[in-house]
């Protein structure tokens, strides 16, 4: 049995992650101690290691509920994560488009700098051009 410490520590994970997959139900809620502490197995473990690594490639909580509950039910047809994946596949390649335009945007501020001082800096004159700006649609998110 592994305290919430060695879990965490295990899998890369914060403690106060793990509470909170707890809180909302990815992770289930753990043995305790007489004393109250948390005890996990070796299902937990995988658990976690699963929702981490679906967090690494990006999968929102969501669809990482989905991907579990498909895993904790082997006889559900293997399209339906496919499908998730393949939505998370989408999202990943506008992110890649966004991120190539606004590279472009970047490099080309930083090239048309003439190095002279802030009153003639073209980075500083783009960033005060509002009709420059991209829409909201086109913001790069985390």
Same mark, same amino acid.
């Given at each position: 049995m592994l305290t919430i410490g060695t879990l965490a520590k295990r899998t890369g994970t914060k403690v106060q992650t793990i509470r909170y997959y707890e809180q909302i139900g990815l992770m289930p809620e753990p043995g305790r101690t007489e004393g109250g502490q948390r005890r996990y197995g070796d299902a937990e473990l995988d658990r976690l290691a699963f929702i981490r690594h679906s #967090?690494? /490639?990006g999968?929102?909580?969501d669809a990482i509920r989905e991907l579990l509950d498909?895993?904790?039910?082997?006889d559900r047809p293997c399209h339906e994560a496919d499908e998730i994946a393949r939505r998370q596949l989408k999202l990943v390649e506008q992110r890649m488009e966004r991120l190539k335009a606004l590279r472009a945007e970047l490099k080309r501020m930083v090239k048309e700098c003439s190095g002279g001082n802030a009153s003639q800096c #073209?980075? /500083?004159?783009?960033l005060r051009d509002h009709s420059e700006c991209l829409t909201e649609h086109d913001q790069i998110g985390v």
């Open positions: #967090r690494q /490639l999968f929102p909580l498909l895993s904790d039910a082997p #073209r980075v /500083l004159e783009v």
